[in-house]
């Protein structure tokens, strides 16, 4: 792997055009513009932590092919940086690149804890499980400065409401103490995604992310804690981790996992640009195979928005993963199965009646 010209601890390498915006240069960059009026020198790689004050914070998710019904996302925009991310995209409604802007421009929903919260006490709310992820990662980098994660998962345990968790990042182990409490009344569930063994493979995929041993570890201790873990293999990237589909479902069973989960890879948009610069920088020996190789899976292109076919894909690579996943829920997770959250406590907490317990 040749990443010696890369932008270090970082995945995308370049800012891509937003198709929102006439000009590129419409984009602000307001902590660039106050470095400049202050007369100080830029520092282009630093991360900038944006507070933002949305209207609402649950997403109804009307896509049929997620899994989910409702997500929260705390954080918009991703510093953990994972080169193939399918949200990407979504910064560009917000004025920014789907590329580097997309890791360095972090937006934080500084009231998503009270829009949470007077949310799930209206009267006409019904629990139903609120993901959280289902855009950008909940534990990334800014959760451990802001903690709105962690007092979201308080929100939940204060109402008795179902939670789902979606994240790569070992920091969700801080919040153990919560997430026990949660799993008492089979009101959590968490899903960790590991897209390698390998930590080198890890390191040019997912700059940002956690370890793959702390992956492994937290995987183990969630377990051994009575809170169900879903490993998503995601995404399955032909010739970069394909290969890998039985040792890491066979890995992550015998830590504990009780089910895994895959998607294969899908480049919509901007990111099939920023995937491509990216692999012809850091693998430029394979770049062509795999590329190629993903086009096989969506009908001839990088991205597919198709449901049903998106994130199965289609042709014989695609059919040779599905295999493979077959043979390792077969091999590894027989008498396996994650458990269908709790949704009849809600309505007593939310109506006062815990006072009485």
Not at 11 to 39: I, M, P, S, W
Not at 64 to 72: A, N, Q, T
Request: charged share 30%.
């Amino acid at each position: 792997m040749n990443n010696s010209t890369n932008i270090k601890g970082r995945g995308a390498q370049k800012n891509v055009h937003n198709r929102f915006l006439k000009d590129v240069h419409e984009t602000r960059a307001d902590f660039l513009e106050y470095c400049r009026k202050e007369g100080e020198e830029a520092d282009k790689n630093k991360t900038a932590y944006i507070s933002t004050f949305p209207k609402t914070i649950i997403n109804k998710v009307k896509s049929p092919d997620v899994g989910m019904e409702y997500s929260l996302n705390p954080y918009q925009g991703c510093e953990h940086g994972c080169i193939y991310c399918y949200a990407r995209v979504t910064h560009e409604y917000w004025g920014f690149s789907a590329g580097l802007d997309f890791e360095r421009k972090i937006l934080v929903k500084q009231n998503a804890v009270v829009l949470l919260e007077e949310k799930i006490k209206k009267k006409s709310w019904k629990a139903c499980p609120i993901i959280l992820s289902g855009n950008t990662d909940c534990y990334q980098p800014a959760e451990k400065k802001f903690e709105i994660t962690r007092n979201l998962l308080n929100v939940f345990l204060k109402y008795k409401h179902p939670v789902g968790i979606i994240t790569k990042n070992a920091l969700i182990l801080r919040d153990l103490d919560i997430l026990k409490e949660l799993a008492k009344d089979n009101l959590v569930s968490v899903n960790i995604s590991i897209t390698s063994l390998s930590e080198e493979t890890r390191r040019v995929l997912e700059p940002r992310t956690a370890s793959i041993k702390k992956r492994l570890d937290t995987v183990k201790i969630l377990s051994e804690n009575g809170i169900p873990v879903n490993v998503m293999l995601a995404p399955i990237i032909p010739s970069i981790n394909s290969h890998e589909i039985l040792p890491m479902a066979k890995k992550v069973s015998e830590l504990g996992a009780s089910s895994i989960a895959f998607t294969i890879v899908r480049l919509n948009g901007a990111i099939g640009e920023i995937f491509s610069d990216w692999i012809r920088k850091t693998m430029p020996d394979r770049a062509e195979k795999v590329l190629h190789q993903i086009e096989s899976c969506h009908g001839g292109t990088l991205g597919d928005s198709r449901f049903g076919n998106r994130m199965r894909g289609e042709g014989k690579i695609a059919e040779q993963i599905r295999n493979l996943i077959k043979l390792a829920r077969l091999k590894y997770f027989k008498d396996k199965k994650m458990p269908r959250l709790n949704r009849t406590l809600h309505e007593k907490y939310k109506n006062g009646q815990y006072s009485l317990f």
